[in-house]
């Protein structure tokens, strides 16, 4: 069964210290896989599209990196105002013409 | 540009009226969509419109009734809503729909039924 899911569910960071989340997926002939930030009570914010293993995509403090099976978001000394829900979602598979969103994973960068 | 306008930000409705969300895109996409999101959980997807024309209902109950007037514009109207539809509605919209393209969300509608 094509599956997403998202770990931790919840991370709390100090401010510089870097760490990883990840995005596991279980679906046949991927076709992209999409990084969301959110702020509570607001739209998801677009981050970075992967399309193939091996692909990696950085912005500011955020890498993206890409796996035959996973997603890895590498945030490298984060900043308090770098908290929020981060949203994977893969395209492919059996999941037609939809994307399918993870659980996500909450973030606090405390100061 | 990617920006994804929704109106209004806020609703508050009792189980009775009858209202409708906008959204706005001039990106030149094709396919748009409503999501609807409860506190602490993702997205997940009502409608897809494809070239102005609905292609997908995930199973959507009636009292939900999407229009899209043009490719710019998607509408979602509200009818009998019940308690339980309270949450944050969003819109997002595409290239295409049935494609690999990145979806670009606007900022949301927070509806509360009484």
């Known amino acids: 069964e094509d599956q997403v899911t998202q770990s931790p569910e919840a991370l709390r960071l100090q401010e510089g210290e870097s760490s990883s989340l990840n995005c596991s997926y279980t679906v046949s002939g991927l076709r992209g896989l999409f990084w969301y930030r959110q702020d509570p009570g607001k739209g998801p914010e677009f981050l970075f599209t992967?399309?193939?293993a091996g692909e990696e995509k950085e912005k500011e403090r955020l890498k993206a990196t890409l796996t035959k099976k996973e997603s890895f978001l590498h945030i490298t000394a984060p900043k308090p105002e770098d908290s929020a829900t981060y949203l994977c979602?893969?395209?492919?598979?059996?999941?037609?013409?939809?994307?399918?969103f993870g659980p996500g994973t909450r973030l606090s960068v405390l100061p | 540009d990617t920006e994804v306008t929704q109106t209004p930000k806020h609703l508050v409705m009792g189980m009775t009226n009858k209202k409708s969300l906008k959204c706005e895109q001039h990106m030149g996409h094709r396919a748009m969509y409503w999501y609807k999101q409860k506190a602490k959980k993702p997205p997940e997807l009502m409608f897809v419109y494809s070239y102005e024309k609905l292609s997908i209902n995930e199973s959507v109950p009636s009292r939900f009734s999407p229009e899209c007037p043009n490719s710019s514009l998607l509408n979602l109207h509200l009818h009998a809503l019940q308690p339980e539809d309270s949450a944050l509605y969003l819109c997002a919209s595409s290239q295409q729909s049935g494609s690999a393209d990145t979806q670009y969300f606007g900022p949301g509608t927070r509806l509360t039924v009484l």
């Open positions: 992967l399309y193939s």
């Open positions: 979602a893969v395209y492919g598979g059996n999941y037609g013409q939809n994307f399918v």
